[in-house]
């Protein structure tokens, strides 16, 4: 078993490796005066089981193409397993046709990875399910959920919580970590007039003198965010903090999350933190190294990985 790691996200990879006890394989991305990128991997991968660790985060196509010509890479150093381990699958919002004469992207993405070489995927909490059927190999989504629940009982213990999705296509996701801590659910209906703009609309559900947790799996400029929080506190909710898969933060998002009246934003390492996000006063990370590390130790020895669902 080796890892390898690309430019997305060293720090996870790194810390994946250190849950396995394993040291990163060598190799090298570079790139050329003209920004062409290039991967040279230094030692025999030959017959080995390799994973491979990106996130297809910003920039998302830079970060896209190294992952493709890495997986190809190994592929042509005669690996004898390659996967893909994707803590946030880029392209992963554009999963269907959003109207007329649009593509699916997180299609085309998946038959490049398909064809660059990789045998498998992993990944982490995707926007949509289905995207799983777009690859023609074995994929592993993982969920953030459990590792939530834990961090919401060990820091919200003896509060009465409302779990909250900030739309009603998030319903699942939150119901899950609702079940887990045995709470009720309350759902936001808003209305999206344009890409990245959200608008509230109601709060469905009681949650006058509960402190809500909203539940999503990527924030991008916040905005969604802000707003549910907004109209949480308008209804009578005594805080609303956040837990979010995916800090995808573009723009000012950090800046508007700071100034909202959101107690404590929680997101995951999938996506390499900015220096934005550290000095954040209400932004705080969490780990999904052991989870990304177990789930790839069970791949390797053929074992279970949706035991770790539970």
């Keep these: 078993m080796k890892i390898i790691a690309c430019n997305s996200?060293?720090?996870?990879?790194?810390?994946?490796?250190?849950?396995?006890?394993?040291?990163?394989?060598?190799?090298?991305?570079?790139?050329?005066?003209?920004?062409?990128?290039f991967v040279e991997i230094h030692e025999n991968v030959r017959g080995e089981d390799v994973f491979v660790v990106q996130s297809t985060c910003f920039p998302t196509n830079d970060n896209l193409m190294e992952l493709l010509i890495t997986l190809d890479a190994l592929r042509r150093a005669s690996a004898r397993r390659i996967t893909a381990v994707i803590p946030y699958f880029g392209y992963a919002r554009q999963?269907?046709?959003?109207?007329?004469?649009?593509?699916?992207s997180a299609k085309l993405v998946a038959n490049l990875i398909t064809e660059a070489g990789a045998d498998r995927v992993l990944t982490l909490d995707l926007h949509a399910g289905q995207i799983q059927g777009f690859f023609d190999i074995p994929v592993d989504n993982l969920f953030a959920a459990p590792l939530f629940a834990r961090d919401i009982l060990e820091r919200y213990k003896g509060r009465d919580l409302m779990v909250v999705s900030p739309d009603v296509g998030g319903v699942v996701r939150a119901r899950a970590i609702a079940t887990r801590l045995h709470t009720d659910l309350a759902i936001i209906d808003k209305r999206r007039p344009q890409a990245g703009v959200s608008e509230v609309m109601n709060v469905i559900g009681d949650v006058q003198g509960r402190d809500c947790i909203l539940v999503d799996d990527i924030v991008d400029s916040g905005g969604t965010l802000c707003n549910a929080a907004e109209a949480l506190l308008k209804n009578g909710a005594n805080s609303a903090s956040v837990y979010v898969t995916h800090g995808v933060l573009s723009g000012g998002a950090v800046a508007r999350i700071g100034a909202a009246p959101i107690e404590k934003m929680v997101i995951t390492d999938s996506i390499q933190a900015t220096e934005a996000v550290r000095v954040s006063s209400n932004i705080r990370q969490l780990t999904v190294a052991p989870l990304l590390a177990e789930a790839m130790r069970r791949i390797s020895e053929e074992s279970s990985v949706s035991t770790l669902f539970n």
């Design 9 to 37: 996200n060293r720090p996870l990879a790194e810390a994946v490796a250190a849950s396995l006890n394993l040291p990163l394989a060598q190799a090298s991305v570079r790139r050329f005066a003209d920004m062409e990128i």
């Design 95 to 104: 999963d269907r046709k959003s109207g007329s004469r649009t593509p699916i």
